[in-house]
């Protein structure tokens, strides 16, 4: 199969200021209510919703790739623009890979919360290394409903999709949440993590469907939060200070899902 | 009580190239036999271990800062480097956040790896941020022991100890090691995660010492060494094809610990 193509050798061109545009800004990604997708894993991942992709951008040393000729062959409606080598390193954002870029629309969130089903809830995590990870971890664990604060880092942002790596197109998500006024109002326990927890997270009963809270890399989770959560510790016989945050959610999760098989 | 210092402001001075080369080069680090820690938390971890620090490097501002002060009141006797804020922003490796980086000795790994004690190993793991995390997670379910393969990140580099957060301190590392004669040696029990693998985690009796395998984030254990171990599955209810390698080895590691408080 033969494909056409646009060569773009330009920085000015307006195609590569739209991409570059995506990779950097929020308040661009927001307007244009778009985002960019790296790589050929994420890409397939994202397609696999069934969902349009509205252009592709790579280098010539991709387009010979053969697992993104076999991605190309299966979406030959959508524009593809070829960079030069060194436009495409000096647009991208993430680390080395394949070559290949996609422009979506951003996914939006569907209209209701279910109260009554498991969540991840995430309170102002900045580092989009953590939440795109604790995302990834909370589809393994079967989690379906992620629910974000307005200070939480961009579900839909280049790095948190890449360290996601699809698990945003498995999950409902919501952003933007007012966590002060959302927590208090769940029937369903809420459990957060705390150094100065008294309860074990092992000696917890988590059966039926509960809410994990999780806060602030630096912080943790906020005062007013802590007040309508039970606060649980995670034993540590190394007795260091404090486990990574997507590393404590991860250890959550499982004992859930362990829960549950038994 | 008032600190002597040296301000410098070009970029070619010797002091600054050491600094630059000892952040940026494996090398260089090799053959000078020290390494950077940068920020306060970092610097206090290795300080309670009481090793000597050889140089100081910061901007005036942190100079103002009083955890700084604190800091440098202790080591009243380390040269003091401070260095204009743009040269301060173009040496350093790592992301934001109160500006001071400090020369210290390369530690030296101890002669004899204990056998049959509890061990985390480490087979090419690349990214600096996973291994760093793994080293922090097994400091904190309390193994003594990590044994890193020649493929694995540097273990004293300024990314692998600021996302190791300190846990470098606490724990023996074993660096440069042939796994491919060491793992087969091994009388205790080796554990590695698979996704072929059919026996689950959870089901294994974990009471006694063992050996935790950990593969390369895109490759896994590799074949060779996957002979000398019990492969095993971490069930995942949301079906996603594999977790972070971090997060893998955490849900194993404290699965581990869980068993042992029982």
Excluded at 21 to 39: A, D, I, M, P, W
Excluded at 48 to 59: D, V
Excluded at 112 to 132: F, H, K, T
Aim: hydrophobic share 40%; with cysteine.
């Amino acid at each position: 199969m033969s494909l056409s193509f646009i060569d773009i050798q330009a920085k000015d061109n307006n195609k590569v200021k739209h991409l570059r545009g995506l990779c950097e800004q929020v308040s661009y990604r927001k307007k244009q209510q778009q985002t960019v997708l790296e790589g050929v894993h994420l890409i397939e991942a994202y397609l696999r919703t069934g969902q349009p992709i509205e252009a592709f951008y790579l280098t010539r040393q991709a387009l010979e790739n053969p697992e993104v000729q076999q991605l190309l062959d299966q979406n030959i409606h959508a524009p593809l623009y070829v960079l030069t080598e060194s436009l495409y390193q000096d647009v991208r954002t993430l680390g080395p890979g394949i070559d290949i870029m996609a422009i979506i629309p951003t996914p939006r969130s569907p209209a209701d919360i279910n109260r009554y089903s498991d969540m991840l809830v995430l309170e102002n995590l900045q580092d989009p290394g953590n939440v795109g990870t604790l995302l990834r971890t909370a589809a393994a664990a079967g989690i379906k409903q992620v629910i974000c604060s307005k200070g939480t880092a961009a579900i839909w942002s280049p790095r948190v999709l890449r360290a996601g790596m699809g698990a945003q197109f498995s999950l409902t998500i919501f952003e933007h949440i007012a966590l002060e006024t959302f927590i208090p109002a769940l029937s369903l326990p809420v459990y957060a993590t705390s150094s100065h927890a008294q309860q074990s997270l092992y000696q917890l009963n988590l059966q039926n469907p509960c809410v994990w809270l999780m806060g602030n890399e630096g912080q943790g989770v906020s005062e007013t939060l802590m007040q309508h959560a039970e606060g649980i510790a995670i034993p540590q016989p190394g007795g260091q200070e404090s486990l990574n945050v997507a590393i404590a959610g991860a250890i959550c999760l499982f004992e859930m899902v362990r829960q549950r098989l038994a």
